[in-house]
C-alpha cells in the first residue's frame, strides 16, 4: 500500500474512532439525561398520588376540607402521566414501560372514579355524623326525661349515636346489624308534638343516608388503602429499569465497539509501521532483504560469516541486454541462492548491491567455510540461466568474511581477485592486508583528483633504442603526476585508481595533447599507450582525430600502443580504430604481448607495425628456457609478419645483450634509459 | 433580616389562615394566550356556530344574568327547550369537570359539546368547520395563531375555552374577607358559620364554593328521579348514581337564577329550602335562610368588564 493511502487510513480510521468517542460522550449524556426526567417523572406521579392520597383521607377526617386539594392533586398525576406520554423518548423507546403507564393510567383513571364516589358518600356520611350530635342536643332540650317512653327514645338515640361514631371510625361493617336494629327501634316510637316528630324522622333520616352510604364509603377507603394504582406504579418502575437496561447495555456495548475501533486503528497503525519497516528492508525486484535489513540482522548476531555473492560481468549484461534481462538475472539468482541457502541452518540471503548478494550464517569452528562457498559455485558453474530465451551462463565470484564489518572485508577480498579474475572464490583474512591497501587506494584517489583539478599530470618519454643502430629513435610517452608536494610519480601506482575513476579519458586525452605538444619540434617518433576503453569512448577518439588534424605532418610519427592484457571481446571497434589512425599514417603496437591473453590470430586480423614483448617476458629471458623460447617464436612470427618487435624492461647489460642475440628490433628499459621530461 | 423574617410568618400566618377556611379566594388573574382568547370571544359572542343563526354560546350564557340563563331551560335551535339549566360560564375553569354530569374533562372538552347538542346548536363538526373556514376574516385571525390555512373543531374549542379563562371573577366581598381586606357583616359572617355547621361546606368547599365532587340531590329526603334528566346516572349506569350531579358553584349565585339542574328553585330561599330539605333533611327557619342568603350575596364577584364587553 502507498504511504499516502496508509496515511489516509491511519487518519480516517483515527477519526472516525474521534467520531465515535464524541458521539459517544453526547449518546451517554443524552442517555443519562434522558433517564433522568423519565426516572423522576415516575417519581413525581408516586409523590403526587401519595399527597392525593393524604388530601383523600384528610377530607374523611375532617369537617370541612377544600377538596380542590384533592381534584389539584388527580389533575397532576395526569398531568404527569401526559407529559410522560408525549415525551418520544419515552414512548418510542420504552415501549413496554409505555404500555405498562398505560396499564397504570387505567388504573388511575378507576382511582379517580373510586375517589369521586368517595366524595360522594364521605359528604353525606359527614353531614350524618355531624347532623345527629346536633339533633340529639335538640332532643334533650324538647324531650321529657320524666316520660318512661321519652326516655327510653333518648336513651336509644344516645347509643345510636355512639354506635354511628363507633362504625364510622372503625369502619366495622358488623356494627351496622346494631344501627339496623336501632333505627327499628326509634321508628316505632310515635310522637304527637310536631317537633319531637320532626326530630326523630330528622334522626331517622340521618342513620338512613349513613346507613345507605357506609358501605360505599367503606368500600371507596378500602379501595383507595389497596388501590391497584400503586401495584401498577411499581410494575411501571420496574419495567423502565428492565428496558432502560437493555438501553444501558446498548450504551455499554458502544463503548466496547468505541474501544474496540480505538484499539483496532492503533493495530492498523501499527501493522502500517511494521510494513512500511519491512517495506523498508525489502529489495523490491527480487523480495530478498536489502542492505538495510542485513544490517538490522548483523546488529543482533554475535558471530557471523557472510558469503558476498558477485555475477561476474553483470555490468556488461545489463548494458548489453537491457535492463528487463539485468533485472531478469537478478531474480533467476536470488531464486538459486535461496534455493540453496535454505538448506543451510539458520541463513538469512539479502541483496546487498547491484549485483551483489550476501549469505549470512552464524559462524562455528565447525563450519567448512570453503566447501559451502564451493557448493555456491557449482550452483552457477556450466548451469545455464534461460534470459529472453537464450540459454545463458553465468559465472559467479565469491568473497567469505568472518572478519567485521563482514561486508567492507567480504568486499575488499572480492574486488582484490576480481581484478585478475584469476580464482572465483576467496576467504578473507587479515593476512590479504587488504585494509591498507583500501586505505592507499583512498589517498590515491585524492591525489589523482588533485592532479587532474590542477593540471598536474604531464608525460614523461622514455627512449627506445634501435638495437640495429644503438640510436634512441623514439620515445614511448609515460603519464606521471606531480603530487601536493611536487614529488613526480608514475601514474603506473594510480592506475587501478584511475579505472575506477571518472578521470580515465582525462589522463588519457591529457597526454596525447601534451605528448603532441612536446614532440612536435622534435624529430622523434613518439608512442602513446591507449586501452580498450579509450578506443571504445568516441570523445576520446574524436579529440585524437582532432589532434592529427590538427598535426597533420606529425601522424606518421605517431605509434598507438593497445594493451592487449584487456579483454578484446569488441574487435570491431579496435579494427575501426586502427583503420582510422592508419589513414592518418599512424602506427599501431600491441603492448604487453605474451602477458597471457596474446593471440596471434588477433594480430593477423589487426593491421599490426609493432609487437610490445611483455616485460615479464623479458624480465625472465636471463633465468628461463621458457621464456626465451616463448620471445623466440613470437620474434619469429613477427618477423615473418612483417612486425617490428620492442622489448620492455631492458634492465641491466645481461638482459640488453640477451635481448639484441635473440634479434629483437628496439629495447627500452632503464639500462637503455628512463623516462624524462624533453 | 429581621423584617424578613416577620414578613415571611406573616405569610405563613395568611396561609395558615386560608387553610383551615373550604373555601379560597378566586385569583385576580390566570395566565391565558391573549390572541387565542380574543378569537374566542368573538366565537363565543357569533351565532354561525349554530345551524340557523339564532344561538350563539352567548345566548344560554347571558352576562347579564351571571353568565347564565335566566330561563329554566335554554332555548336551542329550531326553538326547542333544553332539558337542563344551563349554568354559568363565570369561573367555569375552575370546575373540576364540566357540564352538570361532568361528562366533560375540561373546558376544551366542554366548548364543543353544546355545538354538536341537536338541542342546543344542532351542528355536525363538518358543518362547523365549513362554516368557520368559509369566514374570510375568522382564516385570517387563525391563521395567525396556528400558521395553518384550515379551522379544524379543535382549534375552534380551544380558542373558546382560551376566553372563558378571561371569565373570572375575583375581588368579591368574601375573597376580600378571606384575604383579611375586609369585614363581613354580622348577618353575613353568621350565615357562613351557619352554612359550615349545618354541613353545605362539606360540598361547597373550594375556589369555586362546589364544583369540585358529585354529590347526590336528594342524599336524606329523596327527589323523584327523571330518566331525561342527563346525571350521572347517564353516564355510569349505577342505581347509586341517580340524581348525583356535580356540585354547582356558589360562586355568583345570586345572579344565576333559576336554580338546579332543572330550574325548579326560581330564588334563592326556595333553592336553600329545597336543599337543605333533601340533602340536610332539616326545615330551616326563615331566619336562617336569610343569613344564608345574606353569606351567599358576599360571593357575587367583579365581572370581568373588558372580557363581557363585546
Redesign the interface.
Given at each position: 500500500m502507498k504511504l499516502p493511502l496508509k496515511i489516509t487510513f491511519a487518519l480516517i480510521a483515527g477519526t472516525i474512532a474521534l467520531l465515535g468517542l464524541l458521539y459517544f460522550q453526547h449518546f451517554s449524556e443524552n442517555y443519562f439525561s434522558k433517564r433522568q426526567l423519565i426516572s423522576e417523572q415516575i417519581d413525581a406521579i408516586e409523590t403526587a398520588e401519595k399527597s392525593l392520597d393524604y388530601h383523600v383521607l384528610r377530607s374523611g377526617f375532617f369537617?370541612?376540607?377544600?377538596?380542590?386539594e384533592?381534584?389539584a392533586k388527580?389533575n397532576a398525576v395526569e398531568r404527569i402521566i401526559d407529559t410522560l406520554r408525549k415525551n418520544p423518548n419515552f414512548s418510542n423507546e420504552h415501549p413496554r414501560t409505555l404500555q405498562t403507564l398505560e396499564i397504570y393510567q387505567k388504573a388511575f383513571l378507576h382511582k379517580t372514579d373510586i375517589i369521586?364516589?368517595f366524595?360522594?358518600s364521605?359528604?353525606?356520611i359527614?353531614?350524618?355524623t355531624?347532623?345527629i350530635p346536633?339533633l340529639k342536643q335538640e332532643a334533650v332540650a324538647v324531650f321529657n326525661t320524666t316520660k318512661p317512653d321519652e326516655l327510653r327514645f333518648l336513651k336509644e338515640f344516645s347509643k345510636l349515636s355512639g354506635s354511628v361514631l363507633l362504625t364510622k371510625n372503625s369502619l366495622d361493617a358488623q356494627l351496622i346489624g346494631d344501627l339496623d336494629q336501632g333505627i327499628h327501634a326509634i321508628e316505632s316510637y310515635d310522637f304527637k308534638e310536631a317537633k319531637k316528630v320532626?326530630i326523630a324522622?330528622?334522626l331517622i333520616?340521618?342513620l338512613?343516608?349513613f346507613r345507605a352510604?357506609f358501605p360505599?364509603y367503606k368500600e371507596a377507603i378500602e379501595h383507595l388503602e389497596h388501590s391497584d394504582t400503586k401495584e401498577s406504579l411499581e410494575l411501571l418502575r420496574k419495567q423502565f429499569m428492565l428496558e432502560d437496561q437493555t438501553e444501558f447495555y446498548a450504551v455499554t456495548y458502544f463503548s466496547y465497539i468505541l474501544v474496540f475501533l480505538y484499539i483496532s486503528s492503533l493495530g492498523l497503525i501499527i501493522y502500517f509501521l511494521i510494513q512500511s519497516e519491512i517495506d523498508a528492508r525489502t529489495d523490491r525486484l527480487t523480495g530478498l532483504g536489502n542492505r538495510k535489513a542485513y544490517e538490522y540482522r548483523l546488529r543482533r548476531s554475535i558471530s557471523s560469516v557472510l558469503f558476498l555473492v558477485n555475477i561476474d560481468k553483470f555490468k556488461h549484461y545489463n548494458d548489453f541486454y537491457g535492463i528487463a534481462s539485468g533485472d531478469q538475472i537478478l531474480i533467476k539468482t536470488a531464486k538459486r541462492l535461496k534455493l540453496l541457502s535454505r538448506s543451510w541452518h539458520n541463513s538469512f540471503l539479502y541483496r546487498l548491491g547491484g549485483d551483489e548478494f550476501g549469505i549470512v550464517i552464524e559462524y562455528h569452528d565447525h563450519i567448512d567455510l570453503e566447501k559451502l562457498g564451493r557448493s555456491i559455485l557449482k550452483e552457477f558453474q556450466g548451469k545455464p540461466m534461460l534470459i529472453e530465451g537464450i540459454e545463458t551462463t553465468f559465472s559467479i565470484t565469491l568473497a567469505i568474511s568472518t572478519h567485521s564489518p563482514l561486508l567492507e572485508t567480504a568486499d575488499m577480498a572480492l574486488k582484490s581477485i576480481k581484478k585478475d579474475r584469476i580464482r572465483d572464490m576467496i576467504l578473507y583474512h587479515e593476512g590479504l592486508n587488504l585494509m591498507e591497501v583500501v586505505r592507499e587506494n583512498i589517498t590515491k584517489t585524492r591525489e589523482l583528483r588533485h592532479a587532474v583539478e590542477h593540471d598536474r599530470l604531464i608525460p614523461y618519454f622514455q627512449p627506445i633504442v634501435s638495437l640495429h643502430t644503438g640510436q634512441i629513435e623514439k620515445y614511448e610517452a609515460l603519464a606521471r603526476l606531480i603530487t601536493e608536494e611536487g614529488e613526480i610519480k608514475s601514474i603506473f601506482g594510480y592506475l587501478d585508481v584511475v579505472k575506477e575513476s571518472k578521470y580515465y579519458a582525462t589522463l588519457t586525452r591529457v597526454m596525447v595533447k601534451k605528448s603532441f605538444q612536446v614532440m612536435k619540434d622534435l624529430p622523434f617518433e613518439f608512442s602513446i599507450n591507449l586501452s580498450i576503453d579509450d578506443i571504445t569512448d568516441h570523445e576520446t577518439i574524436l579529440m585524437i582525430t582532432q589532434t592529427l588534424d590538427h598535426y597533420p605532418h606529425m601522424a606518421s610519427r605517431v605509434v598507438f600502443e593497445i594493451l592487449e592484457s584487456e579483454a578484446m571481446d569488441d574487435y570491431t571497434q579496435v579494427i575501426d580504430f586502427i583503420r582510422i589512425a592508419k589513414g592518418y599514417g599512424c602506427k599501431i603496437a600491441i603492448d604487453d604481448f605474451g602477458s597471457g591473453y596474446s593471440n596471434f590470430d588477433h594480430l593477423l586480423n589487426l593491421d599490426i607495425d609493432i609487437i610490445k614483448l611483455d616485460g615479464s617476458l623479458i624480465r625472465n629471458l636471463p633465468t628461463s628456457p621458457h621464456a626465451v623460447m616463448i620471445v623466440e617464436t613470437i620474434v619469429g612470427f613477427a618477423r615473418k609478419a612483417g612486425i617490428k618487435t620492442v622489448a620492455e624492461f631492458a634492465s641491466d647489460k645481461e638482459t640488453y645483450e640477451m635481448i639484441k642475440t635473440l634479434g629483437i628490433d628496439y629495447a627500452q628499459g632503464y639500462y637503455t634509459g628512463r623516462a624524462a621530461s624533453l | 433580616m429581621a423584617k424578613w423574617v416577620f414578613v415571611s410568618l406573616l405569610l405563613i400566618l395568611q396561609t395558615a389562615v386560608f387553610?383551615t377556611?373550604?373555601?379560597?379566594p378566586i385569583p385576580q388573574k390566570i395566565p391565558y394566550n391573549t390572541l387565542k382568547a380574543a378569537v374566542g370571544k368573538k366565537l363565543f359572542f357569533d351565532p354561525i356556530l349554530s345551524k340557523d343563526y339564532t344561538v350563539a354560546c352567548i345566548t344560554c350564557h347571558d352576562f347579564q344574568f351571571g353568565g347564565a340563563d335566566p330561563r329554566v331551560f335554554s332555548i336551542g335551535v329550531d326553538r326547542q327547550n333544553g332539558r337542563m339549566q344551563s349554568p354559568t360560564v363565570f369561573n367555569a375553569v375552575?370546575n373540576?369537570t364540566q357540564f352538570w354530569n361532568g361528562r366533560a374533562k375540561n373546558l376544551l372538552e366542554q366548548a364543543s359539546g353544546p355545538m354538536h347538542n341537536p338541542l342546543e346548536m344542532g351542528m355536525t363538526t363538518p358543518q362547523i368547520e365549513q362554516r368557520v373556514n368559509a369566514s374570510a376574516s375568522y382564516r385570517k385571525l387563525f391563521r395567525t395563531i396556528s400558521g395553518r390555512s384550515h379551522i379544524t373543531i379543535g382549534d375552534i374549542a380551544e380558542v373558546i375555552s382560551e376566553y372563558e379563562k378571561t371569565l373570572i371573577t375575583p375581588n368579591g366581598k368574601f375573597d376580600r374577607f378571606l384575604r383579611g381586606e375586609g369585614q363581613l357583616d354580622t348577618k353575613e359572617e353568621e350565615g357562613y358559620a351557619l352554612f359550615?355547621?349545618l354541613?353545605c361546606?362539606?360540598?361547597h368547599?373550594?375556589?369555586?364554593v362546589g364544583s369540585?365532587?358529585?354529590?347526590?340531590f336528594g342524599?336524606?329526603?329523596p327527589r323523584v328521579w327523571n330518566s331525561s334528566t342527563d346525571d350521572r346516572y347517564a353516564l355510569t349506569n349505577r342505581e347509586?348514581d341517580k340524581n348525583?350531579f356535580k356540585v354547582p358553584t356558589l360562586r355568583n349565585i345570586a345572579l344565576t337564577a333559576p336554580y338546579f339542574h332543572n330550574g325548579s328553585a326560581s330564588n334563592l330561599k326556595e333553592a336553600i329550602t329545597a336543599m337543605s330539605y333533601h340533602?340536610?333533611?332539616?326545615?330551616m327557619s326563615n331566619r336562617d335562610i336569610d343569613l344564608i342568603i345574606a353569606f351567599l350575596n358576599t360571593l357575587t364577584g367583579e365581572l370581568p368588564i373588558k372580557a363581557i364587553t363585546p
Open positions: 369537617l370541612y376540607v377544600n377538596q380542590d384533592i381534584i388527580i369521586y364516589d366524595q360522594t364521605n359528604a353525606a359527614k353531614n350524618a355531624m347532623a346536633a320532626q324522622s330528622s333520616g340521618n338512613k343516608v352510604f360505599l | 387553610a377556611e373550604p373555601i379560597t375552575f373540576f359550615k355547621r354541613g361546606a362539606s360540598c368547599n373550594g375556589v369555586n369540585n365532587s358529585f354529590q347526590k342524599v336524606i329526603v347509586s348525583v340533602n340536610l333533611g332539616i326545615q
